[in-house]
């Protein structure tokens, strides 16, 4: 069976620039969650959604940061403009259900911002 | 939210047991254990879960202590490919929002 795929694997561009960042959960599954990790904070929850509505987005950094999910197998979480501070490895996952279920996760995107 | 306290890292011979311990004095009753572990450059992968009783699947046993106060993560043959990073998280029993502490690295010997 298909993982979570997420895309691009690495990312480096420049502070200033458009940064998306792509997800496609497990086919069935009705949560998709976006974290990140950095050496200093750990794993951390970004946003979540149920059945591509946004359920809790008390994660997000700031106004910066956005994500979407335009339908059961797509989501994109958007960084504008990006900085240096934004660099991270940002996962994916997804997971049928919310009552304590395993949630599957992507093998993440390193992003690097110069 | 109730918190998780684990060693940082520990070391173990492979083809031995890991017992790998968890502290979560302040767990309430609607709180579930959970485990993860991270292998280098990978997303975090489920291993187990319980509420009360001990419980076991293909990859690992988990150990509850009476009062739930502790857990124990067991790895009963420790192979080259279980060096990575376990983490033991509380989560809501009408929830999954998980919350990520520091974790155990663990370092598995030849």
């Known amino acids: 069976d298909a993982g979570v795929i997420q895309s691009p694997r690495h990312e480096v561009t420049e502070m200033g620039q458009e940064v998306t960042l792509r997800c496609k959960p497990i086919?069935?599954?009705?949560?998709l969650f976006w974290y990140r990790q950095t050496m200093m904070r750990g794993l951390e929850l970004l946003i979540y959604?149920?059945?591509?509505?946004?359920?809790?987005d008390s994660g997000m950094p700031e106004d910066r940061f956005s994500a979407k999910m335009p339908n059961a197998s797509f989501s994109t979480l958007k960084i504008q403009p990006s900085e240096p501070r934004d660099s991270a490895v940002y996962f994916c996952?997804?997971?049928?259900?919310?009552?304590?279920?395993?949630?599957?996760f992507g093998d993440g995107t390193r992003l690097s911002i110069l | 939210d109730a918190k998780t306290t684990q060693p940082n890292s520990m070391e173990s011979n492979e083809e031995e047991p890991v017992h790998l311990p968890c502290n979560h004095s302040?767990?309430?009753?609607?709180?579930?254990i959970h485990w993860y572990r991270q292998l280098p450059s990978q997303g975090p992968e489920y291993v187990i879960h319980?509420?009360?009783s001990n419980v076991n699947n293909r990859m690992a046993s988990l150990a509850i202590a009476e009062d739930r106060k502790s857990s124990t993560l067991i790895l009963h043959r420790a192979t080259l490919r279980d060096a990575a990073v376990y983490y033991c998280?509380?989560?809501?029993?009408?929830?999954?929002?998980?919350?990520f502490g520091g974790g155990t690295r663990v370092l598995v010997k030849p």
């Open positions: 996952a997804s997971s049928v259900g919310f009552r304590n279920q395993p949630q599957h």
């Open positions: 086919s069935g599954h009705d949560y």
């Open positions: 959604f149920n059945n591509n509505v946004p359920i809790d």
């Open positions: 302040t767990i309430s009753g609607t709180d579930y």
């Open positions: 319980g509420l009360t």
């Open positions: 998280i509380l989560n809501k029993a009408a929830g999954n929002k998980l919350t």
